[in-house]
């Protein structure tokens, strides 16, 4: 078994090994994986982080030992608190690296942080100000960053950034926590589900005070909130039909 770790900013992670095909999620700096099957230009990866898989260039990460994988299983992770902050190399060249990322694994790679950590976890109240941080990110399917983002990706970032653990997807997360009977009985940092006319649940959000949520849709934005859905307050419709409210913390 062989794995390895993410030492560029943002690296796409694909359903088949191909640059043309779609991107299902993303490495951030810093996080590290499993590699489960070796080609010539590709590796199928597992994320340690939520069990994810997909495919990777082979020439966009650093191979590291089973012992250091194993370190790094065990040792808390400290995230770039920044939008933007940046890595300096053992070159002495400057990396830009986006908010979320894990900073506390530099050491491994020979590099140094220059910027703000969040370095334990933090309040329930303090994912609302997170997300805030993410308001107008266009919409990018796969996307985990400020700079393009899908809507699991946008409610994994919030809670990890706070020392949270979410799944991947929309579906996988509304297997995580407690099911509530009503809105009224969330509170803000809870996350509210929906489905497609199939019933499969294929969004996320994470709710706010006086039944408004946050939300990636276009962008991520503010809408109205009830026991039907999402009132889109721009096109006056509702874009998203109410499953499941969760409490996860």
Known sequence: MQYGICHLSIVPIRVNPEDSTE?????????????????????????????????????????????????????????????VSHICTSEGMLLPIVMGSVISVANVLGHTFEGHAIESQQAKSNLVDTALLYLNTPYLWGGKTP??????????????????????????????GEALSFIEESEPGDLAFFDNNEGVIDHVGIILKDNYIIHTHGHVRIDRLDHTGI?????????HKLRVIKKII
């Open 23 to 83: 991107m299902v999620s993303q490495l951030l700096y810093g996080e590290h994986f499993k590699v489960l099957e070796s080609r010539k230009r590709w590796c199928k990866i597992r994320v340690a982080y939520d069990k994810y898989e997909g495919w990777i260039a082979n020439n966009q990460f650093t191979l590291i030992s089973e012992e250091d994988y194993k370190g790094l299983d065990n040792s808390s992770q400290n995230l770039a608190a920044d939008i």
């Open 147 to 176: 700079f393009g983002i899908d809507c699991s990706g946008f409610t994994q970032m919030v809670y990890k950034i706070n020392g949270y653990s979410l799944k991947r997807n929309a579906e996988q997360q509304s297997q995580q």
């Open 231 to 239: 009132f889109n307050t721009d096109e006056k419709i509702y874009t």
